[in-house]
């Protein structure tokens, strides 16, 4: 499952917003929650102004300044090699939550709120490997755009395709996130809707059904036409006996298929020995 990732806002041509987040960047996570900040606070042209004149006050710190908070918190996190304790990490967060990984989409409402200080990772959707979900809202176009990671091969899908960077010492090559889907600010998907479209449900393979298996039972000889009280011992054992006939994956049907059949034959009718 997807945790690492990005969310980023596009304004005037550039990238103003690029946050790296730890946790969640999947659709149903950090997706949703920026979905939503887009409907409540980007859903008309009002609200889009207010916005943008909120993030063309931020400001990318550098490493110098970065490393002065962490030492107002008693931390030298050039010479502790970035590695901080969790104490001083929430610290950290508590007081200067915009520059904190754990802030994730959260800093579209802290930037809506006047938060100016930022960091910069935005290349940080160049690795797919590491970065595996982007969530990108532009102004200027005014979409929401959606990002996959875990990009194994070359692809055209978004802008930030060309930015590949090559593997070192014969390592997997990784290419940057791939657009997976773009939303209209004015147009915005529902939630449910957003899910189908970014974590469609795994399609499962059904199991049979009471007549398929009856079927099987009349042709071997064992005639059952009709629901009768069963033990789920004996529905399982029915089941095996048409996946065998049908060249079908028992270990992969079997909990499907008796949550069928007993669906069909009647809850009451199928009992354990």
């Known amino acids: 499952m997807r945790t690492r990732g990005l969310t980023a806002v596009i304004l005037d041509g550039k990238h103003r917003v690029a946050q790296y987040g730890q946790w969640d960047h999947y659709p149903s996570g950090q997706g949703i929650d920026v979905l939503e900040f887009c409907r409540k606070h980007l859903g008309s042209i009002k609200k889009r102004n207010k916005f943008k004149t909120a993030v063309r006050k931020t400001r990318f710190i550098d490493d110098a300044e970065y490393a002065k908070m962490y030492a107002s918190v008693g931390v030298d996190i050039i010479a502790s090699d970035g590695l901080v304790s969790l104490a001083k990490s929430k610290e950290f967060c508590a007081r200067y939550p915009s520059l904190h990984r754990d802030t994730g989409s ?3 409402t802290l930037v809506l709120n006047g938060e100016t200080r930022l960091q ?5 959707a160049s690795d797919s490997l590491f970065c595996e979900g982007v969530f990108l809202i532009d102004l200027d176009r005014e979409i929401y755009e959606v990002y996959d990671g875990g990009q194994e ?7 930030f395709a060309g930015n590949v960077i090559k593997a070192r010492n014969g390592a997997v090559q990784y290419y940057p996130v791939k657009l997976a889907a773009s939303f209209k600010l004015s147009g915005l998907p529902s939630n449910e809707a957003f899910l189908e479209i970014l974590e469609p449900p ?6 049979p059904t009471f007549q398929e298996v009856a079927t099987v039972q009349i042709e071997s000889g064992r005639a059952i036409n009709k629901p009768r009280e069963l033990h789920v011992k004996d529905a399982l054992a029915m089941i095996r006996h048409y996946c065998d006939a049908h060249g079908l994956d028992y270990g992969k049907l079997s909990g499907a298929a008796t949550r069928l059949y007993r669906r069909q034959a009647g809850a009451d009718k199928l009992t354990s020995k």
Request: cysteine-free; charged content about 35%; glycine content about 10%.
């Open 120 to 124: 910069d990772s935005f290349d940080f």
């Open 106 to 108: 959260e800093i579209l």
């Open 202 to 207: 795994e399609e499962v393979e059904q199991g």
């Open 153 to 159: 091969v070359p692809h055209n899908q978004g802008r």
